[in-house]
């Protein structure tokens, strides 16, 4: 039953403020080119919009098309159950198991990269390549740096990760310090954005995501977005929950989940203000030069391991 | 006595099927083939009663069959290991006959149909008798009818000169594989003085590791294991899909089994074992999914997702090794579950996976998948069960592939436990790839998938291409329903069972996941616009776009390609000629890019090249007279009793 409250709970929360992120990372991208950028509500506006627009489908699709916004969302929504914002709940079901949530994530990807084969478009088929390529090289990347938060906090449940944090001061931890560079990295990769993929381009040969949701139109477009977005904030999320896990609560009443949701958002904001001077401050980097920044990212979180291991 | 009958009665079907078929070879027809592979079906539905009352249960089973002398007699002794394995077997053999049914009609002669049913059931019940063998003399016995009908059936489509190059080298290696079995046997026999498969004891550690290296050569040919993998690729495109489903679903998993009886239940295993053990089958993984990447085949395709597979499996015994001997009883438990609960998964999905592409194959007739797409429009349930097993494969939630590489992920991450910081490094080195396995696998299939089923046909046949008949949908059905249920109640099958695993409760996740969906749905359905209509797919303004524009199974992978060039070593070759001296005026040429086949080139050939040599010698030895063969069988016989002499 509490688990049920926490559920609606956390996944309201979290569907309200995704599109804000995602606003305010365009804001800021736009004050360091000098112009004043969209408001902050846009992407609330765009996609109440495009709920209301009609879908457009190729002839060339096949029901994998129909179905994968809905995989998408479903996917993401339950993988955004493994990263509490609220509050955090009492274990249920093994629901905070890192290879769960990471496998929920694969889960929206493998169905997206299909959609972006289904139409037949070169565009899509480049996108799925591209997508599957990166996600394949930065996937012993992710699987590292959990494996080393789990080594330095002793457990490998997200809940159980968050709840250590919260109650030890690790931010003053070099291995931390260490691991929040490659998480870091993790978070710039996995939502697509400079240097690995420029979300704003389309139609250009550098884009990974966006080309494979092209095809995509009206509700279905919605939905696409919307699960992107949130699949941002879990990932901020994580990476807000083990380094500044400040006013997050594990006794959830009235008080201190207010706390902890206003705490998010002001945390959420900051990152995505710092996301978005990192996006401006890169050029977008060729495709086969992306390793090497996946090698430093497992450099980092290597030798985070070598040093809790040597210590 | 009910267990002794079942048994019998199976064993009895198998073998009359078999020699009614063979004595009948010519002249039965194709009621009488479908009567035999009813009958088959019905033998196996026997074997999994058996076997699956024995797991349940938790009893043993013995019978002693036929007894040659005191020492060479062919008994059986079935625990739950064994019985375990016999339900993996019996389960897909009994699907696999149903997917004949339809299957076997396609193509061939009335002989050679007749022949392969007959060669099938054969295939079968040996693979039965291995695993349920108490002693190594009937262990072998089996092992090499195995053998020997797997190669007559790869051999089905003789008149290929491929297929018999194939077939060829699969016999070859296979009776490596023997020849490597027999060591370790004799060897244990030398120790112990019987051929039971029993624990031996007091030995040196030396004389341990000879048997084990000799062991884990002969099983890991026969399971795949790099670098003895080479014959899988070639058996496996070679052979009807339904024999290539049995020979990756089941015959590798025997060798597994092997691997497992002798290092858990017979070999105490010393500490570098279980290092080797994780090496060879993380190089197994991260190679088998690389070299499945470039892979146009789609059958080749598979079969290098079986070495991936047996790999990942290899790892799980691997870690149980690490485990038990620093004596992390828990953890080795949950790896050496993982290992085996892998092992029933990929039976299932990998023969899944060879059934529906087996029927992909029939109705496009052709293997290249860069010749298929769309095919989802016209072949809808053969594509969907596809769907399911590659989903499976590639490990995502809530399917069984799923829960089984969750578990050695699991035993990965929870190896900080061991003091010795070497062998953490190397534990950790070992999950980044094993990670980097999983997430290939998913590309990989997410290319297999959306190259065959998906987009506009790429050729004529593949527009024209139909649906299959019932039994061809029906069998790998029954597949597809097991890799959901074995994923989504692993948590209380295994609870039930009385081991409580780390694993997340996939049951209440699945749940949670169909009321999200649900809500989402109601939500659209109230909010978003319903409407939707049909137009061209977007080209940039070009009017008419063809499946010439989509992107191609070579486009796909290549980026994955490219990052691991030094792996795949290709090399590129071009030719140009020129009409004028000055090399301006290009007339004609030829470009063509190659994988360098490392293992091929640098094991294969050079091993096969000095073992000619070799015989090359002896063979000069050979082209005497009498008188000389006569001088060597005296040199021969002195040297004996030289030996006995000094061995007594």
Known sequence: ?311 | MMMNLLFVCGLCVFFGLALAQIVFVTKASAVVRRFSLWAMLLASILFLAFSLNIVLHNSTFSLNLYELTNDLRFSFLVDRLAAYFMLIISLVSGVACLYSLGYIEHNGTNTGKNFLVAMMSLFIISMLLIVASDNTFSFLFFWEIMSLTSFFMVLFEREKPDTRKSALFYFVMTQMSTVFLMFGFIAIHHATGSFDIGSVTGVSPFFKGAVFLSLFIGFGIKAGIMPFHKWLPYAHSASPSNISALMSGVMIKVAIYGLVRYLVFVLTPDRWWGVMVLIFGTFSAVLGVIYALKEHDIKKLLAYHSIENIGIIVIGIGLYLIFQSYGFTDLATLALIAALFHSLNHALFKSLLFLTTGSVINATGTRNIEKMGGLIKVMPYTGILFLIGAVSIAALPPFNGFVSELMIFQAFLQSFVIGNPFLKIILFLGLSLFALTSALAAACFVKAFGLIFLAAPRSEEARKAKEVSTSMIAAPAILAIGCLLLGVFSFQLFSSQGYTLPIPNLMVIGLVLIITLALVWLFMRLVGNKNSRKSETWGCGIISQNSKMEYTASGFSEPILTIFRPIYRTRKKSERNFNDAGKSIFKDGTAEIQTFKLFEERIYIPVANFVQKLSNIISNLHDVDLDTYILYSFIAVVILILAVGWLI
């Open chain 1, 1 to 311: 039953m509490s688990f049920i409250i926490y559920a609606l709970l956390n996944t309201a929360f979290v569907m309200l403020i995704s599109p804000l992120f995602v606003s305010l990372i365009k804001k800021v991208k736009a004050y360091t080119q000098g112009r004043q950028g969209p408001p902050l509500l846009q992407t609330y506006y765009m996609l109440l919009k495009l709920l209301k627009k009609e879908r457009v489908y190729s002839d060339n699709t096949s029901l994998i098309m129909r179905i994968t916004p809905y995989i998408n969302i479903v996917c993401v929504l339950v993988a955004s159950l493994c990263v509490p914002v609220v509050y955090i709940p009492a274990q249920i079901a093994g629901f905070g198991s890192i290879i769960l949530f990471l496998y929920l994530l694969v889960f929206a990807k493998f169905f997206m990269a299909l959609a972006g084969l289904d139409a037949g478009s070169t565009f899509g088929g480049m996108g799925s390549s591209r997508e599957m390529t990166v996600s394949a090289v930065i996937e012993p990347v992710i699987i590292i740096v959990f494996a080393a938060l789990g080594l330095l906090l002793k457990t490998t449940n997200l809940y159980d990760m968050f709840t250590t944090s919260l109650n030890s001061s690790l931010f003053i931890n070099p291995s931390t310090l260490l691991i929040s560079l490659s998480l870091f990295i993790i978070l710039i990769v996995e939502t697509a954005r400079i240097p690995v993929d420029n979300p704003e381009t389309h139609l250009e040969l550098t884009m990974i995501h966006e080309a494979m949701i092209l095809e995509y139109s009206g509700s279905d477009l919605a939905m696409m977005e919307m699960s992107h977005a949130v699949k941002q904030t879990i990932l901020m999320a994580v990476f807000i929950n083990i380094l500044i896990p400040w006013g997050l609560t594990s006794a959830p009443n009235a008080l201190t989940v207010s706390i902890s949701a206003v705490t998010f958002i002001i945390k959420g904001m900051v990152l995505a203000v710092a996301v978005g001077f990192f996006e401006s401050m890169f050029a977008k980097s060729r495709l086969f030069r992306l390793p090497n920044l996946f090698m430093l990212a497992f450099f980092f979180s290597f030798s985070t391991i070598l040093f809790e291991l040597l210590k």
